[in-house]
């Protein structure tokens, strides 16, 4: 799962290939519409992150349109490293990440959407080809009455592979990192949309 070296176009297909088939690695933690569960089993740490990212129709129409082109893992250290993954039930999701001289490339898979006019998002679960084991969404919610635009990302996870087990405070920071890359690239995002 790492590596020291990026993955070439045909590493990748071959990944992809054998991901495909991969059970999921997490018990039902999140639900897309209400989030948690309640406390998380021993060991899972729980994240949750709210930011307004923007105000109006047009800021939720480019937030929508943000998390369908997967513009909050565009961040330079971490991108989709699969052909731009449909947001629907069963879709395999690859993030690639460079973090710590070592790169990996992780598989989730797509289990619940929410496509509503004022709700766009979706809740993945880790694969066994992922370092972590959980479950993490992202939603853009709209509200009416304020006209504000919030952008969600919550997880549940604990580290599944040895490395990121021995250096668990480096992988909780770099989840949090993240989580502040991800709410500053939707926002700027919806900033530089077209009005």
Not at 115 to 125: H, N, S, V
Request: positive net charge; without cysteine.
């Amino acid at each position: 799962m790492f590596r020291f070296t990026r993955a070439n176009a045909q590493e990748r297909e071959k990944l992809l290939a054998v991901a495909l088939h991969a059970p999921p690695s997490s018990p039902h933690l999140l639900t897309i519409a209400g989030g948690s569960l309640g406390n998380p089993p021993q060991g899972f740490a729980h994240d949750l992150s709210l930011s307004g990212i923007g105000r109006g129709d047009q800021a939720f129409s480019a937030a929508r349109e943000a998390l369908r082109r997967w513009k909050q893992f565009d961040l330079g250290w971490v991108r989709i490293a699969n052909p731009v993954p449909r947001i629907l039930p069963g879709e395999l999701v690859a993030v690639e990440a460079h973090t710590a001289w070592l790169w990996s490339i992780n598989f989730s898979r797509i289990v619940e959407i929410v496509d509503t006019p004022t709700r766009f998002g979706f809740l993945y679960t880790t694969t066994a080809l992922h370092v972590e084991e959980g479950q993490e969404r992202f939603v853009v919610e709209f509200n009416a009455e304020t006209e504000s635009v919030l952008y969600i990302i919550e997880a549940v996870s604990r580290p599944r592979h040895i490395l990121v087990r021995a250096g668990y405070p480096f992988s909780r920071a770099m989840q949090h990192r993240f989580a502040r890359e991800s709410r500053a690239r939707m926002r700027r995002y919806v900033k530089e949309s077209p009005r």
